[in-house]
């Protein structure tokens, strides 16, 4: 494995806090925006509850999909967890700011 200096880490690490910043954004406006459409039926035309409520568990599945291929240690490549603004990874120690 390449060895990475620390200012690439720190780039790679944003790049993917971006990454996972834009699909949380992404995942949040559609499962709303069906909720909205289930609650008020007619507003941006007629979808059946079953589908709304499909796109919902897709969108869901696509956005965890997306984030454990995404949301990886740039080092060591283990699962970052839940916090957004980590500053080092738990597992192999590494700053990523
Ligand atoms: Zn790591």
New binding site residues.
């Given amino acids: 494995m390449q060895k990475k200096n620390h200012e690439q880490i720190k780039q790679e690490f944003h790049q993917r806090q971006t990454h996972q910043i834009i699909a949380i954004a992404i995942a949040i406006f559609v499962v709303m925006l069906c909720a909205v459409m289930y609650k008020r039926p007619g507003v941006l035309g007629e979808f059946s509850k079953a589908a709304l409520f499909s796109v919902q568990i897709a969108t869901i599945a696509v956005f965890l999909v997306f984030t454990s291929y995404n949301w990886r240690?740039p080092?060591?490549s283990?699962s970052l967890g839940t916090d957004i603004n980590k500053r080092s990874?738990k597992?192999?120690g590494?700053r990523l700011r």
């Fill in positions: 240690c080092v060591c283990k990874c597992k192999c590494t």
